[in-house]
């Protein structure tokens, strides 16, 4: 800077220099944020027969004066042809196909399209025009975009690649059908997304795929789906099979895998093959013939029934638990088996309730956690309820519901809720408990004791000790306020002087187990299904991660 220079700037006043500075920084911000935008992507997908494709692609963008054309590049084809390349704009131009050259201006390629040949695959190229505002309306046909595989037929595209520039702010994907004898059909169809934030649905036998959130720079737009066999003719077959190149899929995915699915009995088999073939009265009479047995077994068992004092079952609260939903008609419950176990774990010692001061500042009751003796020994559910409840609450083991909800929640600790989630709804029938009919009658001879506590006239001091066993059972039996009510009538002194039966008695201790357990579990049981759902195919929200073993599409953008 030469002497002129530097006396003028030194002239200049702070205020001055302030207003250049930031004239200078608005003309860099205009400069960054001038760059082509794509605002919306639409794509259209509509399948032929012979698993051939017609894609209409609509781009609503932001033009400035950055690079020459558009071009959206396909890779990894195989033996799949582009083809019948259209394009047009917001005004009604139709774009003019000529042998593309890269190199060329673009005031030449304005208004022109064409299909350029590479060693990766394809790139359909256009014009970018005029600055501003602009429509794109892409259309053309990739030949066998539905494979098929020995298992299914497919498609596993990438409609959008990760290295696409720019990325839009919202994007949508349809597909659908040419032929309307051919039917979409989400009990027989399946999709998955990978590699974006999004949700995936069939809606009005259509298949639609859309983000939820502005992709990033590292999203892309992949997609699998998966059509039952003799719904397309492909042209294009696998060596390798569906299930494989899911499974390849899935990796680095959020998916849960689907090979850990349980074996089909006898039972369920009849049923499955019955149902194919059309006797749509198979599930009718058998329903029916379940409410029978149900019926008849209950009756029997309830024949005669007398008084049974004892703890049952070995004290197995789970395995009383599947008796009691083995002889229900319809629903089955497992909310009163936590329940039990919580207040099993609080006689045990292993649990206590305190009251304590909350994040809030506000004085709140909270499980406490505390050692278990014979972890090991102890039955698996109850384990497994007291190891989470420990890993939940933390390094001061006091254990606050929102603690617990948010340890269920998390994607790190899934494995373990569902192996709580999968040992807690265990399913009996009342076949299993043929021979063992005695067992049966002292569970329910038990419930019918409790139900009737009011009615004895004595209670020898050999029974109260059994209290807190009868208050667990009541619990499990759903009928613990009337129970302990009519304990706290005969005996009140005894709440008074033994402090674990005082706390398994407080009014306020089953409402602080539904609110701090059954939610959590509610709502991992509904996250382990809406996972289930997802992994086969029933739609929901994409993941990020996975994508891999070769799908065909990719790249392009603006340059």
Known sequence: MNYRKRAIFKSMKPLSIKICLLVGMLVSATSVFSRPRLNNLDIRVVLSKNGDARITETRKMEIDS??????????????????????????????MNVDWDVDQTRTWKTNK??????????????GLGAEGARTYITSYTITGLVRGYPDADAIRHVFLDTSV??????????????????????DSCGVWGFRFEGELWFENGAIVAETTKAMSSEAGLYLMVQFPKGMFEPTIWEDDTFENKKNEAFEGSDYVGGDDEEEMTWFEWVIFILVYVGFSIVPVVCFIWHLFNVWRARRKVNKDLMWYRDIPMNGNLQEANNVLNAYKYLHTDYNNLMSACILKLIQLGAITIETRRNMKGEMEPNFVIHQLKDLDNQPVLMSMIFKIFKKAAGSDKVLEAQELKQYMKSTCNQSITDSFINTLHTKTSISEYKDCEDEVRKLFGLRKFLKEFTLLDERGVGEVTLWKDYMIYATLFGIADRVIKEMKKVNPEYFNMDQVAGQMADNMTLPLIYSTLHRSTSSAVAAKAAREHRSSGGGGHSSWGGGGGGFSGGGGGVR
């Open 113 to 126: 399209c064409g299909i350029l040949t590479t060693r990766r695959g394809y790139e359909l190229c256009w």
């Open 165 to 186: 520039s720019p990325k839009p702010e919202y994007a949508e994907i349809t597909i659908t059908t040419a032929d309307s004898t051919m039917v979409i059909d989400p």
């Open 66 to 95: 950055e690079g020459t054309e558009c071009y959206i590049g396909l890779a990894n084809m195989g033996e799949s042809q582009v083809k019948d390349l259209t394009v047009s704009d917001g005004t009604g131009i139709q774009y």
